[in-house]
């Protein structure tokens, strides 16, 4: 029998023991040779401990094979055991890896079985399965199955590695045209529920949760277009009984997609708008009329919506698009006024830095009573554009574009000397309320 079509036998195998949840009694702990048993057990145990794994192979594969229910360890760490048997004979003896690769790879799959037949747990083992298969590209058909099998199972409770596994694979066979558009965008979402329930739960994992959730995320953008959601949903979000839910679904899809201008963002927006006036339907509003260009009609909106947010950073995330819009808007008080907000929130935010330096560099004519004809309003505007430029990369080129503008307004020497004072003398700047250090043009 071929190697992957004894894998697909044993994948289906596996998945009819998922339905019946079968566990079975171990007949004979030691197998048939007990002292043999007791000796490779020592000797397993002594080469595991040290991480000798090529060592501890040969004990390790007597105890699968003549006594695989000795204890549950047997086929815990077996799997990982003839991976790393395999890792080392491919880096190695190349040749013997060639030989002995499908046999091995037959043998880290079966234990999975072994596994579930002496022990239970089919719903996880299925998962570690799918992802070895897939690793080791054994039966692929049949590890999308398990992966499938494995996540109906245990919903909330899979695995972060199998969820990352599953969504990655999934998404290999959607670019290999193997997978339809519309499942995987269901798979995403199914996905991602389990994703958010583990970070809210807040456990020792939620880190790990957090960078699935950002790879997740990151990976499905180049797939998830503005006109291939249209293309989908369109027709289903055109219902008059259309769910709240489904409208939320395409609109985050949307918003992952970066189609905040796009009409049909602003259609999902008044739709969910009009069947909830939420807060959140109104920022959907907002967003689309800020990509517009619509200022006074996009601030109107984040007002209506900004006071039922009560997540700190979509909070934070707002009040910079606010921010944004007034410095377009030339208003740079104000835009002042919610970049300092965006910091109350997030000290490190380089944007917000960067336009209240702005500001500072535009009140100059304000602040002549300084003594040095408001040059001082540069020098702290400098100061604050170096602090963003230093907390924030994506902001450097920008920062220091003001920071060279600034510099060329600072006062030169023969301004400071003429004013009684000394670089490197501490200044408040009457206009701002901010001090900062005298420094001149050199």
Not at 173 to 179: D, V
Not at 299 to 328: C, F, P, Q
Request: proline residues 2%.
């Amino acid at each position: 029998m071929k190697v992957k079509k004894r894998f697909g036998l044993v994948a289906l195998a596996l998945i009819a023991w998922m339905g019946a949840s079968a566990q079975h009694p171990c007949e004979s702990k030691y197998g048939s040779d007990s002292a043999e048993t007791v000796k490779n057990v020592g000797l397993f145990n002594m080469h595991w401990q040290n991480k000798n794994y090529v060592e501890a192979f040969p004990y390790w594969y007597y105890q699968f094979k003549n006594a695989p229910c000795y204890n549950k360890r047997v086929t815990l760490v077996g799997s990982y055991l003839v991976e790393q048997y395999l890792l080392h004979l491919q880096k190695n003896d190349p040749q013997e890896f060639n030989r002995r690769k499908n046999g091995l790879i037959d043998t880290m799959l079966l234990n999975y079985d072994v596994r579930v037949y002496y022990w239970g747990e089919a719903g996880k083992v299925a998962g570690y399965k799918a992802i070895d298969m897939i690793n080791w590209k054994a039966d692929t058909t049949a590890a999308l199955v398990l992966f499938d099998s494995c996540f109906r199972n245990l919903g909330n409770e899979t695995d972060a590695k199998v969820v990352y596994n599953y969504f990655y694979y999934a998404l290999n066979e959607y670019a290999k045209k193997n997978y339809e558009a519309d499942r995987l965008f269901k798979l995403y979402f199914d996905l991602l529920d389990v994703v958010n329930y583990n970070i809210d739960a807040d456990t020792a994992k939620a880190e790990t949760w957090r960078k699935v959730d950002t790879a997740i995320n990151f990976a499905i953008r180049p797939f998830m277009t503005c006109e291939k959601i249209e293309e989908l949903y369109k027709a289903k979000t055109d219902d008059p009984n259309v769910s709240m839910d489904l409208l939320k679904r395409v609109n985050h899809m949307l918003q992952v997609a970066g189609c905040d201008g796009n009409d049909y963002s602003l259609d999902l927006a008044e739709k969910m708008y009009n069947l909830d006036p939420s807060g959140e339907a109104a920022i959907n509003l907002a967003r689309y009329h800020n990509v517009k260009g619509n200022d006074q009609k996009s601030l109107e909106w984040y007002n209506k919506g900004l006071g039922s947010v009560n997540d700190a950073s979509e909070k934070a995330k707002i009040y910079s698009e606010m921010s944004s819009i007034y410095t377009r808007m030339g208003n740079l008080a104000k835009a002042k006024e919610y970049a300092e907000k965006v910091l109350s929130i997030n000290p490190n935010d380089g944007k917000a830095h960067l336009i209240i330096a702005s500001y500072f560099a535009q009140s100059s004519g304000s602040c002549t009573s300084d003594g040095l004809g408001g040059r001082t309003a540069f020098l702290a505007a400098y100061d604050r554009a170096a602090k963003a430029k230093s907390l924030d990369p994506s902001v450097e080129s920008a920062a220091q574009e003001l920071m060279n503008k600034c510099y060329a307004n600072f006062p030169s020497s023969e301004d400071v000397f003429k004013a009684s004072m000394h670089e490197g003398d501490s200044i408040s700047v009457p206009c701002l309320g901010v001090t900062t250090t005298i420094r001149f043009r050199k």
